[in-house]
């Protein structure tokens, strides 16, 4: 799939549409998502995912506040 065949550009600012072929080609990931998170998810809890969930939105957030501004 080439990006020109999926993503039409228009006129205006950075305005694009998703064409046909590019709709069709989202099409076979998204049907297969909850199968993938099932899968990759398998054997772990809410609880297990959450806690590195919170170190690592921490950690962005520490991150973030010590970036100056330019």
Do not use: F, Y
């Not at 998204?30 to 995912?49: I, N």
């Amino acid at each position: 799939m080439s990006s020109a065949s999926a993503v039409p550009r228009r006129a205006g600012p950075a305005r694009r549409w998703i064409t046909e072929a590019g709709g069709a080609a989202r099409a076979g990931p998204q049907a297969r998502s909850p199968q993938g998170r099932a899968e990759t998810h398998a054997g772990t809890t809410d609880a297990d995912r959450a806690t590195p969930l919170r170190v690592l939105m921490r950690l962005t957030h520490n991150a973030v506040a010590t970036v100056p501004v330019l």
